[in-house]
């Protein structure tokens, strides 16, 4: 997928918004100061400034998706929803890319349009289980591994329980990930996610699966290159799940495990995947942003309507 021409057909609508968002380009090769100075390793790369502050982009990049995702940047943070309707609206209008947090009395709960599911907080409001609870609400109950949502955990420091499927779409696999995500709700110190050996064959073979693998298999992993497999839950059949599950989380907790690398190509080759190669991308909120970092180094505006007088986030 070329990106920038993927930007370049979301800037115009962007730049059309009630609160403008505009989509800038520099390259890097010319600019090397200012790349050095956001810390710019890989290309492309994405970031976000709001209110000068910047960020790393890991949402979609097709132009649908990518414009769907950043107007909820610029929505309302919070909204006092008194009926059903206005709590739909306001569903709608914010998309299925973030987690909704809603407030009903004396409980809330997080909803994950996206996911089709929804998890509850009964308190006590404490600030600090607050902010637990919604740290470990940005995820599903149990993520679907791909390249787009690896990068989701960037920021997260639990470790991820990894099952990896034969095909992850296929009947006999949804018992398993509905008795993961039963597991999930009550281990909210791990991660839950899975992929299937048919959908991304080379990130499974990083954990040394392959076409004679028996699977489901389990690992525990941090999310670099350590992972650990749990001595005598190699892999998982299809009775009692539930048992199987709960009997590998003992065995990992208790520390009865084999501690793995991941070296070789596969996965320095999924790790070069995510860069490509020449441009930095960066998504500006804001036209004034643009005014100020344009005297510390020219940027490149991506075209937009005609422009309006000048006048604003997220287990």
Do not use: C
């Not at 392959?210 to 389990?218: A, F, G, T, V």
């Not at 070789?264 to 804001?286: D, E, N, T, Y």
Request: charged content about 25%.
């Amino acid at each position: 997928m070329n990106v920038w021409m993927q930007l370049a057909k979301a800037a115009p609508i962007l730049a059309g918004v009630k609160k403008p968002i505009v989509v800038a380009k520099v390259d890097a090769d010319k600019h090397r100061e200012l790349a050095s100075k956001h810390h710019i390793h890989g290309y492309p790369t994405l970031k976000i400034f709001m209110r000068g502050v910047p960020t790393d982009y890991y949402g979609p990049r097709k132009a649908d998706l990518l414009v769907r995702f950043l107007t909820k940047f610029v929505a309302l943070d919070v909204a006092v929803l008194d009926s059903d309707s206005a709590i739909r609206d306001f569903v709608e209008a914010a998309g299925s890319n973030f987690p909704i947090f809603v407030g009903f009395g004396s409980l809330a709960a997080a909803i994950h349009p996206a996911y089709s599911e929804h998890n509850i907080f009964y308190g006590p409001f404490e600030e600090k289980l607050l902010e637990d609870y919604k740290k470990q609400s940005l995820l599903p109950l149990n993520l679907p591994i791909s390249q787009y949502s690896l990068k989701s955990l960037k920021d997260d420091h639990r470790k991820v329980v990894l099952t990896i499927l034969e095909d992850e779409t296929e009947e006999r696999s949804k018992g398993l990930l509905k008795v993961l995500k039963t597991v999930a709700s009550v281990n909210s110190d791990l991660i839950f996610g899975y992929v299937g050996f048919k959908q991304w064959e080379d990130f499974t073979k990083s954990f040394e699966v392959s076409k004679k693998s028996e699977l489901p298999k389990m690992f525990v992993w941090d999310g670099n290159g350590d992972y650990y497999s749990v001595i005598g839950s190699e892999s998982i059949d299809e009775t009692d799940l539930g048992s199987q599950v709960s009997r590998f989380l003992k065995g990992y907790r208790d520390g009865s495990v084999i501690h793995k690398r991941i070296e070789g190509a596969a996965f320095i080759g999924f790790i070069r995947s995510q860069l490509g190669l020449k441009l930095v991308f960066v998504l500006i909120f804001v036209v004034v942003v643009i005014v100020t970092m344009t005297k510390e180094e020219p940027l490149t505006v991506a075209p937009a309507p005609a422009p309006a007088p000048v006048s604003r986030s997220r287990k």
